[in-house]
């Protein structure tokens, strides 16, 4: 997914300018580690006592997951609290198509035509911004539109934590079976008896 969002991505697109490439590859990153750490679960989990090792690398992969879940939801949701000024500053340097896409955006309801950022000092003169323009500046709608974007990934970070800590806690609880069907094995084994279906 995070492959494909980076295939999308366009010059001049709103988005760009509330979702950094920083922020998008490290998505990519954590996607490929919950698919790798999976992979490892799967096969701990296919045959438990024989690959003991799969099973607590797992356990940690999973630690490491969500770690990193909450570090970037950590890191979206602080951008969030600085929204206003971040884009103040962040306007000049944007080019002037992204300007542009949110000069003219009439996507957002509620939101109709603005000019520049606080004031039509800042904008960039196409389509109904001229020299002459009285439209409000596009401040709000920047914030509006960002922190709609930034509230959505920084609650699917913090939810599929949730998810992950009932997967540890599965994990745990596997491995201490495993631990104790291991145990019976072994005791068996004594008592002369065989286990070659062992899982």
Request: glycine fraction near 10%; hydrophobic fraction near 45%; include cysteine.
């Amino acid at each position: 997914m995070g492959t494909l969002w980076l295939a999308q991505s366009a010059e001049g697109a709103p988005r760009d300018a509330v979702i950094s490439r920083e922020v998008e590859q490290a998505g990519t990153f954590i996607g490929a580690l919950v698919a790798a750490t999976s992979l490892v679960g799967f096969v701990g989990g296919a045959a438990p006592v024989r690959r003991k090792g799969f099973l607590i690398s797992f356990t940690w992969l999973i630690v490491a997951v969500m770690l990193t879940e909450l570090g970037m939801g950590g890191v979206i949701w602080f951008k969030t609290l600085r929204m206003r000024s971040l884009f103040a500053t962040q306007w000049a340097t944007w080019p002037d198509t992204l300007k542009v896409a949110f000069q003219d955006m009439s996507s957002l309801k509620g939101y109709g035509q603005c000019c520049g950022y606080h004031d039509n000092l800042t904008m960039v003169i196409s389509g109904a911004c001229t020299v002459t323009a009285t439209f409000p500046g596009c401040e709000e709608k920047v914030s509006v539109f960002a922190d709609s974007y930034l509230r959505k990934l920084y609650t699917s970070l913090f939810g599929f934590t949730v998810v992950n800590i009932i997967v540890f806690v599965s994990a745990v609880i596997l491995l201490q079976a495993r631990n104790d069907e291991e145990r019976y094995i072994r005791i068996g084994k004594k008592e002369g008896r065989t286990y070659k279906n062992a899982i």
